[in-house]
Protein backbone atom coordinates (compact mmCIF):
# COMPACT_ATOMS: atom_id res chain seq x y z
CA UNK A 1 0.00 0.00 0.00
CA UNK A 2 1.09 3.28 -0.96
CA UNK A 3 0.80 6.87 0.48
CA UNK A 4 -1.78 7.64 -2.27
CA UNK A 5 -4.08 5.31 -1.26
CA UNK A 6 -3.50 4.90 2.26
CA UNK A 7 -6.96 5.11 4.33
CA UNK A 8 -5.39 6.93 6.99
CA UNK A 9 -3.19 9.21 4.89
CA UNK A 10 -6.51 10.13 2.67
CA UNK A 11 -8.49 10.33 5.89
CA UNK A 12 -5.66 13.15 7.42
CA UNK A 13 -6.12 15.25 3.31
CA UNK A 14 -9.81 15.39 3.89
CA UNK A 15 -9.67 16.66 7.27
CA UNK A 16 -6.85 18.76 6.19
CA UNK A 17 -9.20 20.20 3.43
CA UNK A 18 -12.00 20.72 5.73
CA UNK A 19 -9.94 22.66 7.93
CA UNK A 20 -8.69 25.05 5.51
CA UNK A 21 -12.49 25.43 3.87
CA UNK A 22 -13.45 26.18 7.36
CA UNK A 23 -10.51 28.61 7.68
CA UNK A 24 -11.74 30.13 4.16
CA UNK A 25 -15.15 30.36 5.59
CA UNK A 26 -14.41 32.42 8.93
CA UNK A 27 -11.89 34.76 6.42
CA UNK A 28 -14.97 35.59 4.24
CA UNK A 29 -12.55 34.44 1.09
CA UNK A 30 -14.70 33.73 -2.13
CA UNK A 31 -12.27 32.89 -4.32
CA UNK A 32 -10.41 30.24 -1.54
CA UNK A 33 -13.69 28.48 -0.57
CA UNK A 34 -15.20 27.96 -3.75
CA UNK A 35 -11.51 26.20 -4.85
CA UNK A 36 -12.86 23.02 -2.74
CA UNK A 37 -15.62 22.75 -4.53
CA UNK A 38 -15.97 20.21 -8.03
CA UNK A 39 -17.20 22.32 -11.23
CA UNK A 40 -20.54 20.32 -11.00
CA UNK A 41 -21.05 19.96 -7.44
CA UNK A 42 -24.95 20.18 -6.20
CA UNK A 43 -25.42 22.02 -2.11
CA UNK A 44 -28.16 21.44 -0.04
CA UNK A 45 -27.70 24.49 2.14
CA UNK A 46 -29.96 26.23 5.11
CA UNK A 47 -31.59 28.55 3.08
CA UNK A 48 -34.06 27.97 0.00
CA UNK A 49 -34.08 26.29 -2.76
CA UNK A 50 -33.56 22.64 -2.30
CA UNK A 51 -30.24 22.28 -4.20
CA UNK A 52 -27.45 24.78 -5.47
CA UNK A 53 -26.21 23.68 -8.63
CA UNK A 54 -22.65 24.46 -9.53
CA UNK A 55 -19.51 26.43 -8.50
CA UNK A 56 -20.56 29.62 -10.35
CA UNK A 57 -23.91 29.28 -7.93
CA UNK A 58 -22.39 28.59 -4.90
CA UNK A 59 -19.91 31.49 -5.59
CA UNK A 60 -22.93 33.82 -5.71
CA UNK A 61 -24.56 32.55 -2.94
CA UNK A 62 -21.11 32.54 -0.43
CA UNK A 63 -20.02 36.47 -2.00
CA UNK A 64 -23.75 37.83 -1.43
CA UNK A 65 -23.47 35.89 2.25
CA UNK A 66 -20.49 37.25 3.72
CA UNK A 67 -21.10 40.53 3.18
CA UNK A 68 -24.46 39.82 5.74
CA UNK A 69 -21.48 39.56 8.60
CA UNK A 70 -19.88 42.27 10.65
CA UNK A 71 -15.96 40.95 10.53
CA UNK A 72 -14.94 37.79 10.53
CA UNK A 73 -17.46 34.88 10.54
CA UNK A 74 -17.04 32.80 13.85
CA UNK A 75 -16.98 29.17 12.68
CA UNK A 76 -16.23 25.80 14.65
CA UNK A 77 -15.97 22.75 13.05
CA UNK A 78 -16.66 20.07 15.75
CA UNK A 79 -16.87 15.95 15.81
CA UNK A 80 -15.87 15.49 12.66
CA UNK A 81 -16.35 11.66 11.37
CA UNK A 82 -14.38 10.67 7.98
CA UNK A 83 -14.85 7.51 5.86
CA UNK A 84 -12.73 6.50 2.50
CA UNK A 85 -12.42 4.55 -0.17
CA UNK A 86 -10.65 4.68 -3.11
CA UNK A 87 -11.31 8.16 -4.86
CA UNK A 88 -15.00 8.43 -3.04
CA UNK A 89 -14.97 9.72 0.73
CA UNK A 90 -17.94 11.13 2.98
CA UNK A 91 -17.67 13.50 6.11
CA UNK A 92 -20.07 15.05 8.91
CA UNK A 93 -19.74 17.14 11.66
CA UNK A 94 -21.50 19.49 13.70
CA UNK A 95 -20.65 23.21 13.11
CA UNK A 96 -21.20 26.12 15.06
CA UNK A 97 -21.71 29.40 12.98
CA UNK A 98 -21.73 32.52 15.24
CA UNK A 99 -20.74 36.39 15.11
CA UNK A 100 -22.98 39.64 14.27
CA UNK A 101 -25.13 40.12 11.36
CA UNK A 102 -24.51 43.73 9.42
CA UNK A 103 -28.19 44.58 10.94
CA UNK A 104 -26.46 43.67 14.52
CA UNK A 105 -28.54 40.68 15.13
CA UNK A 106 -26.43 38.36 17.44
CA UNK A 107 -26.42 34.96 15.20
CA UNK A 108 -25.26 31.60 16.71
CA UNK A 109 -26.44 28.35 15.63
CA UNK A 110 -25.21 24.63 15.73
CA UNK A 111 -25.54 23.01 12.46
CA UNK A 112 -25.32 18.89 10.63
CA UNK A 113 -22.97 18.73 7.81
CA UNK A 114 -22.64 16.19 5.35
CA UNK A 115 -19.58 16.74 2.75
CA UNK A 116 -19.17 13.94 -0.29
CA UNK A 117 -15.93 14.23 -1.59
CA UNK A 118 -14.91 12.33 -4.82
CA UNK A 119 -10.95 12.31 -5.74
CA UNK A 120 -10.16 14.15 -8.98
CA UNK A 121 -6.74 14.54 -10.56
CA UNK A 122 -5.57 13.49 -7.50
CA UNK A 123 -7.05 16.14 -5.60
CA UNK A 124 -9.96 15.93 -3.09
CA UNK A 125 -13.09 18.00 -4.19
CA UNK A 126 -16.48 18.74 -2.47
CA UNK A 127 -18.98 16.90 -4.54
CA UNK A 128 -21.93 17.04 -2.25
CA UNK A 129 -22.93 18.97 0.70
CA UNK A 130 -26.26 19.40 2.47
CA UNK A 131 -25.79 21.47 5.48
CA UNK A 132 -29.17 21.65 7.70
CA UNK A 133 -30.71 21.86 10.83
CA UNK A 134 -34.37 19.95 11.83
CA UNK A 135 -37.53 21.37 12.47
CA UNK A 136 -40.09 21.30 15.51
CA UNK A 137 -42.69 18.82 15.17
CA UNK A 138 -45.37 20.84 17.31
CA UNK A 139 -47.01 22.23 14.52
CA UNK A 140 -45.09 25.37 14.74
CA UNK A 141 -42.80 23.96 11.63
CA UNK A 142 -40.21 26.42 13.25
CA UNK A 143 -36.51 25.65 12.53
CA UNK A 144 -34.21 24.31 15.25
CA UNK A 145 -31.54 26.44 15.68
CA UNK A 146 -31.40 26.34 19.41
CA UNK A 147 -30.37 23.02 19.24
CA UNK A 148 -26.84 22.48 21.09
CA UNK A 149 -24.48 19.22 20.54
CA UNK B 1 -12.95 -5.87 -13.88
CA UNK B 2 -15.02 -8.42 -12.20
CA UNK B 3 -19.09 -7.84 -11.14
CA UNK B 4 -17.55 -7.35 -7.81
CA UNK B 5 -16.26 -3.97 -8.50
CA UNK B 6 -17.50 -3.16 -11.80
CA UNK B 7 -18.96 0.53 -10.89
CA UNK B 8 -21.82 0.07 -12.68
CA UNK B 9 -22.93 -2.78 -11.15
CA UNK B 10 -22.50 -1.57 -7.70
CA UNK B 11 -24.52 1.62 -8.47
CA UNK B 12 -26.90 -0.50 -9.47
CA UNK B 13 -26.87 -2.37 -6.12
CA UNK B 14 -26.65 1.22 -4.42
CA UNK B 15 -29.91 2.21 -6.65
CA UNK B 16 -31.73 -1.10 -5.97
CA UNK B 17 -31.07 -0.69 -2.16
CA UNK B 18 -32.93 2.61 -2.18
CA UNK B 19 -36.05 1.21 -4.09
CA UNK B 20 -36.10 -1.70 -1.46
CA UNK B 21 -35.95 0.89 1.30
CA UNK B 22 -38.39 3.17 0.10
CA UNK B 23 -40.63 0.22 -0.11
CA UNK B 24 -40.30 -0.82 3.31
CA UNK B 25 -41.29 2.88 4.24
CA UNK B 26 -44.01 2.97 2.30
CA UNK B 27 -45.29 -0.10 4.11
CA UNK B 28 -44.56 0.93 7.31
CA UNK B 29 -42.18 -2.39 7.75
CA UNK B 30 -39.80 -1.57 10.79
CA UNK B 31 -37.80 -4.77 10.25
CA UNK B 32 -36.96 -4.39 6.64
CA UNK B 33 -36.27 -0.82 6.76
CA UNK B 34 -33.94 -1.10 9.52
CA UNK B 35 -31.88 -3.88 7.89
CA UNK B 36 -30.23 -1.16 5.12
CA UNK B 37 -28.49 0.86 8.08
CA UNK B 38 -25.26 -0.21 9.62
CA UNK B 39 -25.25 -0.87 13.14
CA UNK B 40 -23.74 2.29 14.29
CA UNK B 41 -25.48 3.97 11.57
CA UNK B 42 -25.66 8.23 12.35
CA UNK B 43 -28.43 9.92 10.89
CA UNK B 44 -29.62 14.02 10.39
CA UNK B 45 -33.50 13.86 10.77
CA UNK B 46 -36.25 15.64 9.80
CA UNK B 47 -37.31 16.14 13.78
CA UNK B 48 -34.61 17.19 16.05
CA UNK B 49 -31.93 16.21 17.85
CA UNK B 50 -29.43 17.26 15.67
CA UNK B 51 -28.12 13.52 15.38
CA UNK B 52 -29.65 10.20 15.79
CA UNK B 53 -26.92 7.16 16.60
CA UNK B 54 -27.20 3.45 16.18
CA UNK B 55 -29.79 1.31 14.62
CA UNK B 56 -31.16 0.64 18.45
CA UNK B 57 -32.51 4.58 17.81
CA UNK B 58 -33.55 4.33 14.42
CA UNK B 59 -35.66 1.66 15.11
CA UNK B 60 -37.17 3.38 17.81
CA UNK B 61 -38.00 6.31 15.59
CA UNK B 62 -39.37 4.41 13.03
CA UNK B 63 -41.71 2.46 15.30
CA UNK B 64 -43.02 5.50 16.39
CA UNK B 65 -43.29 7.66 13.58
CA UNK B 66 -45.60 4.73 11.07
CA UNK B 67 -48.46 4.66 13.51
CA UNK B 68 -48.53 8.82 12.97
CA UNK B 69 -49.68 7.98 9.64
CA UNK B 70 -53.39 6.44 8.43
CA UNK B 71 -52.91 3.79 6.01
CA UNK B 72 -49.03 3.47 4.28
CA UNK B 73 -47.07 6.55 3.55
CA UNK B 74 -46.95 8.08 0.39
CA UNK B 75 -42.92 7.99 -0.91
CA UNK B 76 -41.33 9.00 -3.86
CA UNK B 77 -37.44 9.20 -4.67
CA UNK B 78 -36.84 11.23 -7.60
CA UNK B 79 -33.72 12.29 -9.06
CA UNK B 80 -31.42 9.78 -7.54
CA UNK B 81 -27.44 10.55 -8.18
CA UNK B 82 -25.23 7.78 -6.86
CA UNK B 83 -21.31 8.03 -6.83
CA UNK B 84 -19.70 4.96 -6.03
CA UNK B 85 -15.82 4.15 -5.31
CA UNK B 86 -14.37 1.06 -3.54
CA UNK B 87 -16.45 0.05 -0.66
CA UNK B 88 -17.65 3.51 -0.06
CA UNK B 89 -20.82 5.11 -1.86
CA UNK B 90 -23.08 8.15 -1.74
CA UNK B 91 -26.60 9.42 -3.09
CA UNK B 92 -28.35 12.35 -3.18
CA UNK B 93 -32.03 12.37 -4.15
CA UNK B 94 -35.01 14.73 -3.62
CA UNK B 95 -37.95 12.63 -1.69
CA UNK B 96 -41.65 13.70 -1.39
CA UNK B 97 -43.65 12.65 1.77
CA UNK B 98 -47.31 12.49 1.40
CA UNK B 99 -50.60 11.12 3.10
CA UNK B 100 -52.91 11.64 5.80
CA UNK B 101 -51.77 12.23 9.42
CA UNK B 102 -53.83 9.94 12.27
CA UNK B 103 -55.14 13.31 13.06
CA UNK B 104 -56.33 14.09 9.64
CA UNK B 105 -53.83 16.44 8.79
CA UNK B 106 -52.78 16.29 4.69
CA UNK B 107 -49.34 16.22 4.79
CA UNK B 108 -47.21 16.66 1.38
CA UNK B 109 -43.34 17.53 1.81
CA UNK B 110 -40.17 17.32 -0.11
CA UNK B 111 -37.38 16.93 0.83
CA UNK B 112 -33.21 16.63 0.30
CA UNK B 113 -31.82 13.05 0.98
CA UNK B 114 -28.43 12.36 1.48
CA UNK B 115 -27.47 8.81 1.69
CA UNK B 116 -23.90 7.54 2.67
CA UNK B 117 -23.20 3.61 2.37
CA UNK B 118 -20.37 1.27 3.25
CA UNK B 119 -19.96 -2.22 1.79
CA UNK B 120 -20.08 -4.53 5.41
CA UNK B 121 -19.00 -8.10 4.24
CA UNK B 122 -19.95 -7.49 0.80
CA UNK B 123 -23.30 -5.87 1.53
CA UNK B 124 -24.06 -2.01 1.10
CA UNK B 125 -25.58 -0.24 4.40
CA UNK B 126 -26.28 2.81 4.88
CA UNK B 127 -23.55 4.45 7.47
CA UNK B 128 -24.78 7.97 7.21
CA UNK B 129 -28.04 9.33 6.13
CA UNK B 130 -29.16 13.21 6.05
CA UNK B 131 -32.91 14.40 5.38
CA UNK B 132 -34.03 18.36 5.47
CA UNK B 133 -35.54 20.94 3.90
CA UNK B 134 -34.10 24.63 4.18
CA UNK B 135 -35.43 27.03 6.51
CA UNK B 136 -36.59 31.16 5.44
CA UNK B 137 -34.08 33.65 5.99
CA UNK B 138 -36.56 36.19 6.60
CA UNK B 139 -36.32 36.53 10.09
CA UNK B 140 -39.19 33.96 10.52
CA UNK B 141 -37.21 30.77 11.20
CA UNK B 142 -40.08 28.95 9.22
CA UNK B 143 -38.97 25.75 7.43
CA UNK B 144 -39.40 25.18 4.25
CA UNK B 145 -41.97 22.64 3.81
CA UNK B 146 -43.69 23.99 1.14
CA UNK B 147 -40.43 23.63 -1.54
CA UNK B 148 -40.65 21.76 -5.17
CA UNK B 149 -38.21 20.29 -7.30
Redesign the interface.
Known sequence: MTASNDPRHEEARIRAQIDSWAAALRDKDVDRIVAHYAPDA?V????????NTGVGTLRKNFAEWFPTWRGPIGFEVRDV?V????????A?S?NRIHGTKTDEVQADL?V?A?V?F?KLDGAWKV??E?V??????DGS?????D?K?
Not at 44 to 51: E, G, N, Y
Open positions: VADLAPPLWHTTGGDVAFRTWRTCRAHHSVPFYMFRAAVLP
